[in-house]
């Protein structure tokens, strides 16, 4: 019956317990996790603003753009390669690219130089001819952004000569 009597208890409102729960300090372990997501999130949030930027492109068709041409470009690296890529770049990302039909459909590396990878990029992201080589140039500027000197020349190494000239920084 004092049960009846109280206000909280009936109205539903939390009680001492509940309300102990929702004010108790995080976890070191939880608040690290937040931490390792902020920066992920925000590492990932650069990345797309420096291609925005750097492709004059919204940040919808950077994500894609992004992903289309990783896709390509790893599929043209050994595995190993490509992981010690995708190390480096944002977690969220590689999570996207994980997400790529092509990305493991064929054994790596497979047979294909720049007019295959433009015609791919292109069809993934329904770009005109012409408009395609500007955006995975810009892709490619942003990753090697993202990654060491060592690893973006370890990449370089690993490309045929017309994708390498994509790779490289234009003057």
């Known amino acids: 019956m004092a049960e009846d009597r109280d206000p909280q208890r009936r109205s539903g ?6 309300r102990a729960e929702e004010h108790r300090e995080p976890s070191i372990e939880e608040r690290r996790a937040r931490r390792s997501a902020m920066r992920a999130s925000q ?15 919204s940040p919808a068709v ?16 050994h595995a190993e ?12 990302l590689t999570e996207l690219l994980h997400r790529c039909e092509r990305h493991d459909a064929e054994a ?6 720049r007019d295959e990878l433009l ?14 080589e500007p955006v995975v140039r810009a892709v490619m500027d942003a990753v090697r952004h993202q990654i060491s000197e060592g690893e973006a020349e370890d990449v370089s190494a690993h490309l045929p000569q017309d994708i390498r000239h994509l790779w490289l920084p234009t003057m």
């Open 81 to 92: 390669e490509s992981h010690d890529l995708e190390a480096q770049l944002p977690r969220k």
């Open 108 to 113: 790596r590396p497979e047979k294909f130089g």
């Open 13 to 18: 409102a939390p009680q001492d317990d509940e």
């Open 62 to 77: 950077a994500q894609q753009a992004a992903v289309s041409v990783l896709c390509g470009l790893e599929q043209r690296l």
């Open 43 to 57: 590492t990932y949030a650069r990345f797309i603003d420096h291609l925005c930027e750097r492709g004059g492109m």
């Open 119 to 132: 015609k791919q990029v292109g069809d993934d992201l329904a770009l005109h001819p012409d408009a395609v």
